[in-house]
């Protein structure tokens, strides 16, 4: 069963913050790696976050030190706690998974839309 629905999107002010959950099925949860994406209209998909089995996390340049991944392996919940926001963090963010032996990340949510003004 995959299950992976995000939350917690919304509008704030530049500079403000915001905290996005995923909860997972508790297969889905399992997965090698799972991550946050970005996309913007217009624009490519961003990886924005990654985290893998042994909960060893990445960022990417663009949001490193104002982004962090965390996990909660009692809720199978990934969260992206997202601070010092700015307009071009704008985006559908959308939690990914990717199972052991898929190649890829096969399993997405619906996404939760984040819009800085």
């Not at 509008?11 to 959950?21: D, E, I, N, P, R």
């Not at 799972?34 to 060893?56: H, K, Y």
């Not at 663009?62 to 909660?72: A, W």
Request: proline fraction near 3%; include cysteine; charged fraction near 15%.
């Amino acid at each position: 069963h995959v299950q992976l629905v995000e939350s917690g999107g919304g509008s704030v002010q530049a500079g403000g913050s915001l905290t996005l959950s995923c909860t997972a099925s508790e297969s889905t949860y399992r997965s090698i790696y799972m991550a946050w994406f970005r996309q913007a209209p217009g624009s490519q998909r961003e990886t924005v976050a990654t985290v893998d089995s042994n909960g060893v996390t990445k960022v990417a340049g663009s949001v490193k030190g104002r982004f962090t991944l965390s996990k909660d392996n009692a809720k199978h919940t990934l969260y992206l706690q997202m601070n010092s926001l700015k307009p071009e963090d704008t985006a559908m963010y959308y939690c990914a998974a990717e199972p052991y032996c898929s190649g890829g990340y096969v399993n997405w949510g619906q996404g939760t839309q984040v819009t800085v003004s």
